[in-house]
Structure formats: structure tokens, C-alpha cells
Nanobody, 115 residues
């Protein structure tokens, strides 16, 4: 079992920045990929960004150039730096950890961007 725990959400004005963190605990060896998803009210959960154990990153088109994903292997933590936030970025952001074919989710952290 892997337990991801998110932090860093909050309320910010459009154009502002936030940094999300996700610390993974439990059976953290052999983690393959860590990433962020988000879910806005009435919408499906969607992929935001991922980072592999080798440092390869992937970004959804709608965050390219604005968000940056990074990780600290020593702390088993993944970060999402969000800049130039827009009201449409408002959502619950979930951390996801993939390990040995299993997928683990955090409880989510609310990000609200006011116009």
C-alpha cells in the first residue's frame, strides 16, 4: 500500500501561483510514476501532469508553459508548481502514485482561482 497525502491548495486570484505537494508513504519502493489529476464540479477527472521514476515528464496541453511538475526522490514527494492560474483551473487536485501495476490516490486538495 502507498498513501499519498496532498497539501498546498487554497484560494488565489487569477494570474497568481500555488505550489502543491504530495508526500508518499508506505510501500514506496519501486514507485514508477507520480502525477497530478484534477476534477472540477460536474466534470470528469483529468490528467494534469506526471513524472516518472526516470524524471520523464508529461503535461496536459492546457497546462503547458504554466505548470511544472518535479519530484524529490529522497522525500518521496512530488510537487506541482502552478503559475498564471486561471479561473478554469479551479478544481480538486489529486495526487496519483503508480507502483507495480497498482494506482493509489490521495484525498485531494482544493484549488480555487478567483477572477
Amino acid at each position: 500500500q502507498v498513501q499519498p497525502v496532498e497539501s498546498g491548495g487554497g484560494l488565489v486570484q487569477a494570474g497568481g501561483s500555488l505550489r502543491l505537494s504530495c508526500a508518499a508513504s508506505g510501500s514506496i519502493f519501486s514507485i514508477n510514476v507520480m502525477g497530478w489529476f484534477r476534477q472540477a464540479p460536474g466534470k470528469q477527472r483529468e490528467l494534469v501532469a506526471t513524472i516518472s521514476n526516470f524524471g520523464n515528464t508529461y503535461y496536459a496541453e492546457f497546462v503547458k508553459g504554466r505548470f511544472t511538475i518535479s519530484s524529490d526522490k529522497a522525500k518521496n514527494t512530488v510537487y506541482l508548481q502552478m503559475n498564471s492560474l486561471k479561473p478554469e483551473d479551479t478544481a480538486v487536485y489529486y495526487c496519483n502514485v503508480k507502483r507495480s501495476g497498482y494506482s493509489y490516490w490521495g484525498q485531494g486538495t482544493q484549488v480555487t482561482v478567483s477572477s
